[in-house]
């Protein structure tokens, strides 16, 4: 079975997907869906699609990683293939100082605050710690077993300095020397500059919450924090949508053949009256009839000569069937035969006749308009839908329950019975809803909570979440009414702007003995880069301070 791929893009809509699968050359088609695709919304996206597919005589299958459109898809019959990329090897990638690091030999677990943290060195003892001053700078970053090999280096340097008196060293031992104290210059320099640490605070939280009915009103320009009234926003979209559909119903008919003439009088000046159904003879001998009575202007007559005049009319054939649907011909009139007027009254044809047709023909059936109604419905929602979404004003909360769909006017082609091959119908319909602004619901409740417990006051809103009951809706009024469970989460200002200055080069004893002495602080948690490193970086600018990182 071949099968071909349509790659679709985020933004594509019903209408575009839909014409790429007509020209496709292959009857089996794989839709290929990015997440989040537009045309993934809703089900009726689906089944539009399924649907136009069935009428092209073609199968579709979705590939797609989301659980949720593969569900809609089997419920509307499309069958969902996943395809699965190979996993790429993963490179280790350059050895940088953390592969030339010292062995760890004692990994334990740390717990700051309740949070484990691996550690890669043991913690220094108190006899390590090197006094704190604030003079000192690089006693208050550095360890003890730095600071020996320093005073080591500088031993070594006194020495050699002494002994240049006595001997001269050899150049190797010299460069040698050189090189490790450049090594150790530029180790130092670089925890200096590149290490970095990301802090994160977790802060106490005050949750409250409260239940309560809300009324939304169009009339309403600002929000009744008092009485729980917020603004609401009247919103309405209009649309007419229109398509062909096939006829499928059946019916026994005998259709005559039909077409146009133009009849001749070059037999003198004077006007000819040819009555309704007067016959006219084509070269193969079958008759056709005048629909109704015609006037044959009369020839002009210049310089003794006659020039013919004539006349356009429709005809139709005298019995039913295809064989009267001739090529254009030559006819002569019937009733003129044995007359003068028999060879100076006469008819051509410039186009076939056609219609002719005894046998079954397709009418319009009453099962055809209502399946073109059930269509054009669809189709004008999925098209409100798409339009409501991109006009969708920001900041507004539209409930489902409070938005209505309304068909205004249908009107078909044709009527049932109809002799049709096809037939064409278009839909007037309608979208209207009530809206309101979440912020409005927020300031309601909140200053509800504040009132009930003026500590709160003081606190600043961390997290809100609302959850919205059955709504009760009079568009002619413009009024919403809703329950509404709020739940809102209060922390302590925290100002973390000092912090780094104040955590630059600490331990981690140091850490938790700072953040244990501040109120509104739940814990601290500290990751260091590199991780070997058991003190935050002495440049400021290295240290990222992240407050309640869980936060939406």
């Known amino acids: 079975m071949k099968m071909e791929n349509i790659y ?10 839909v014409e790429r699968i007509l020209n496709t050359q292959s009857d089996n088609i794989v839709l290929f869906l990015p997440e989040q695709a537009k045309i993934s919304e809703t089900i009726l996206n689906l089944r539009l699609l399924l649907r136009e597919a069935k009428a092209a005589k073609k199968k579709i299958f979705l590939n797609t990683e989301e659980e949720e459109v593969a569900a809609m898809a089997e419920e509307v019959g499309i069958p969902v293939m996943k ?17 030339i690091a010292p062995p760890v030999r004692n990994k334990k677990e740390r717990v700051v605050d309740g949070v484990k943290k691996e550690e890669v060195l043991r913690p220094l003892e108190k006899s390590e710690i090197p ?52 090594v150790l210059a530029l180790g130092a320099s670089g925890v200096y500059l ?49 398509q062909d559909f096939p006829a499928t119903g059946l019916k026994d008919v005998k259709v005559k053949s039909s077409g146009k003439i133009k009849i001749f009088n070059a037999y003198s000046s004077t006007p000819q009256n040819l009555v309704v159904n007067t016959r006219f003879l084509s070269q193969s001998g079958k008759i056709f009839r005048l629909t109704a009575g015609v006037i044959v202007p009369g020839a002009k007559v210049e310089a003794g000569k006659i020039i013919p005049s004539f006349v356009e009319v ?23 035969q044995g007359t003068p007027k028999y060879d100076k009254f006469y008819a051509d044809s410039s186009e076939a006749m056609t219609g002719g047709y005894v046998g079954q023909a397709k009418i319009i059936s009453q099962e055809d308009l209502n399946q073109a109604k059930s269509q054009l419905t669809e189709l004008a929602q999925v098209s409100l839908d798409e339009e409501f979404q991109s006009k969708f004003p920001q900041g507004f909360i539209i409930l489902n329950e409070a938005k209505s769909f309304t068909v205004e006017k249908i009107v078909y082609s044709g009527l049932v019975g109809d002799q049709m091959e096809t037939f064409s119908g278009s839909v007037t319909a309608s979208l209207k809803t009530i809206a309101f602004r979440e912020s409005d619901i927020k300031g309601v409740f909140l200053a509800s909570a504040i009132k009930s417990d003026s500590v709160l006051a003081e606190k600043e809103l961390f997290s809100s979440d609302f959850q919205y009951g059955m709504p009760r809706v009079d568009f002619e009024k413009g009024m919403i009414s809703f329950p509404v469970n709020a739940t809102l989460v209060f922390r302590d200002q925290i100002d973390v702007s000092g912090f780094p200055k104040e955590l630059a080069g600490l331990s ?45």
């Open 83 to 99: 395809y699965k990329e190979p996993v790429k090897p993963v490179s280790r990638g350059p050895s940088f100082i953390r592969d």
């Open 314 to 336: 429709k005809v139709v054939a005298d019995q039913a069937g295809a064989e009267y649907n001739i090529e254009p011909t030559h006819f002569t009139i019937p009733g003129f």
């Open 8 to 17: 679709i893009e985020s933004d594509d809509d019903v209408s575009r997907v």
């Open 131 to 182: 006094a704190v001053s604030k003079n000192n700078f690089v006693s208050k970053s550095v360890s003890s077993n730095w600071l020996n090999a320093q005073e080591e280096e500088s031993e070594k340097k006194s020495a050699l300095r002494k002994s240049k008196r006595h001997r001269h060293l050899p150049k190797g031992v010299v460069l040698a020397g050189l090189a490790i104290i450049i």
């Open 194 to 242: 590149f290490s970095s640490a990301e802090v994160q605070i977790v802060t106490k939280k005050i949750t409250w919450q409260n239940q309560s009915a809300v009324l939304a009103l169009k009339s309403l320009d600002e929000a009744d924090q008092v009485n729980f009234k917020i603004p609401a926003e009247y919103l309405k979209f209009s649309r007419q949508a229109s």
């Open 508 to 552: 981690e004893k140091q850490f938790q003995k700072f953040f244990a002495d501040l109120p509104g602080i739940e814990s601290g948690i500290i990751k260091v880069k590199p991780s070997f490193l058991n003190f935050l970086p002495l440049n400021v600018k290295n240290i990222k301070i992240v407050l309640d990182p869980t936060a939406n």
